[in-house]
């Protein structure tokens, strides 16, 4: 088992009581050799005496991303610039990252001269596609007045609510005919997929079956496009009618009985008796 660093804080505490009982005017306190001692069972260190990540590592996420967001170096203001990166590299890669990408909004939270809100929308973007999972209100929660209220961040709001309302008609129109609305994505090259894919989850629970110009709607897909969708997502074209789509049944989409059941106790029942023999 490996030698490790631990810092022993009693004997700095007892050498500053000594040096205040004489009378100095400072504490003295132990250089780093006499503070620290080799113990086995100590956390592990870095090159700057910071405890390295006890978390592994998630296989998309890079080594030293992780040595960042894992430790306190999460809220030192010189990482903005690689996490920052590290978000541009999620929106290529198609890879998200919740808890690198909330570590720089706490780091804008904590500094707002760095307040970057291109990288900000960026994040809201990889939230939006991490639906239906709620991140993208986490996000909103770490931001400060002033950013809620830019033009950007208010359109992106507008689209999330359209997707929690499952208004997906609604919510491609607006991305698509709203001027800056799309570009806010544009960097985001898997968003449509992703919107889809969610879009998917949920028609599967409302429906058993679906006209498949609806689902065409929802999905912003035509023809040869949404035929491909169709069957990549193991649905089926009606044998009898090729305007509907069948759909997986499940727990979710199955009709089930509402089944109401009062309990009325015996004095109660006995009042009721009892009035109505008052009313006779």
């Known amino acids: ?38 113990a086995p069972g100590s956390p592990v260190t870095n090159g700057f005496g910071i405890p390295s990540p006890g ?72 939230a939006l596609g991490a639906l239906p999972d709620p991140d993208f209100n986490l996000c909103l929660y770490m931001l400060n007045e002033d950013i ?5 961040v208010e359109k992106l709001i507008h689209l999330h609510h359209l997707l929690e309302q499952a208004k997906f008609q609604e919510f491609w129109t607006y991305l698509n005919t709203t001027e800056g609305a799309r570009d806010l994505v544009a960097k985001y090259l898997h ?9 998917s989850v949920t028609v599967g629970i409302a429906y058993q079956a679906i006209e498949k110009e609806r689902l065409g709607e929802y999905l912003a897909l035509e023809s040869v496009d949404l035929d491909q969708w169709i069957a990549e997502k193991g649905w089926n074209v009606d044998a009898e009618d090729s305007k ?24 109660q029942l006995t009042k009721i008796i009892g009035y109505g023999r008052l009313t006779q």
């Open 244 to 267: 509907l789509v069948n759909l997986p049944i499940s727990k979710e989409n199955q009709a089930r009985p509402v089944i109401v059941q009062e309990s009325i106790r015996f004095e």
């Open 55 to 126: 978390i592994p590592c998630p296989p998309n996420r890079p080594e030293d991303i992780h040595r960042i967001v894992e430790t306190v170096d999460r809220y030192n203001p010189q990482n903005i610039p690689v996490l920052e990166s590290y978000v541009e590299e999620q929106m290529e890669r198609d890879v998200y990252d919740r808890d690198a990408c909330l570590a720089v909004l706490k780091l804008y939270q904590f500094n707002p001269t760095f307040n970057n809100i291109e990288v900000v929308t960026n994040i809201l973007g990889l």
């Open 148 to 152: 809620l209220t830019d033009n950007s």
């Open 191 to 199: 968003f449509d997929r992703r919107i889809r894919e969610y879009a």
């Open 1 to 38: 088992m490996p030698v490790r660093k631990a810092t022993c804080q009693m004997v700095s505490l007892k050498l500053c009581r000594r040096d205040l009982r004489q009378g100095s005017h400072f504490c003295t306190m132990p250089s780093v050799e006499e503070e620290q001692y080799e």
